[in-house]
């Protein structure tokens, strides 16, 4: 049956034909591409939720490229059978390598951006999306062996109540030195990401690897993908702007740390 619930609700959701629907008669149609819609507007006080098209498209094209493919491989070495919710999925770049990795694992992508979850659900019918929020997840109490959060918010309660006991959270971040090059070559005074300590409530620390490499931009184009996928990205203004779009390529730093984390 899944373990979608219904966000007015909360009971467990069931297909019938294109529907999801509740015991209550709570109802949410299957888009044409196969996710459902289960963010309701009061969980976000928005009419327009998450990336853009342009956005997301940027992001997908700068994945495709494999710039960021160690990042996927060493996530799909980790993660394990059984049932596996990605928590912010994006476009579903990682979500289908995890689905690549284990053709036969139960997965669902969530994100909040209905653009983003539209484009992954294109890239394969095996996988269950859903329009949802991260703070708000339609997803039953206990129900999930693995839960992945790539660059995505964290949401402590709602990632130990969807967990089981002894679940595993797999969570990417950046390391202080990731697109340090990018940084410089637009600020004047750039500065390193500050990593905050592992230490999570309801969760004990497994392991931490450091994926750390350096990959060259051979493009303009390549160049503002990734930087629009950045928070800089909305924090830049027309002088760096522009030296930004004078970039024809650049060598910058990969660097990320893949955390591992056990609910208690």
Known sequence: ??????????????????????????????????????????????????????????????LEKGYY????????????????LDAGCGEGYYT??????????????????????DMASKRTKKITFATASVFNIPVADSSVDTLVTIFSPYCSAEFLRVLKINGIMIMAIPSENHLLELKQAVY??????????????????????????????????DIQSLFSMTPYFYRTNYTQSKKLAELENLTTTADFELLIYRKF
């Not at 294109?18 to 044409?32: E, L, M, P, V």
């Not at 342009?54 to 700068?62: E, L, N, S």
């Not at 905050?196 to 004990?204: A, M, R, S, V, W």
């Open 1 to 62: 049956m899944g373990i979608l619930i219904c966000p007015v609700c909360r009971e467990k959701l069931g297909i019938s034909g294109k529907t999801y629907t509740c015991a209550n008669r709570h109802s949410f149609d299957i888009a044409r591409s196969g996710y459902v819609n289960l963010l309701l507007s009061k969980h976000t006080g928005k009419t327009v939720h998450g990336d853009n098209k342009i956005m997301v498209q940027a992001r997908r094209d700068f």
């Open 69 to 84: 493919s160690p990042l996927r491989e060493s996530l799909c070495e980790n993660v394990q059978e059984g049932v596996i």
């Open 96 to 117: 289908n390598g995890i689905l690549n990795a284990l053709p036969n694992a139960e997965i669902y992508g969530i994100d909040i951006s209905k653009t983003a979850v």
């Open 188 to 221: 004047d005074t750039p500065y390193k990401n500050k990593v905050k300590p592992y230490e999570l409530d309801g969760f004990g620390l497994v392991s931490k690897k450091r994926i750390t490499y350096n990959f060259t931009l051979e493009s303009n184009k």
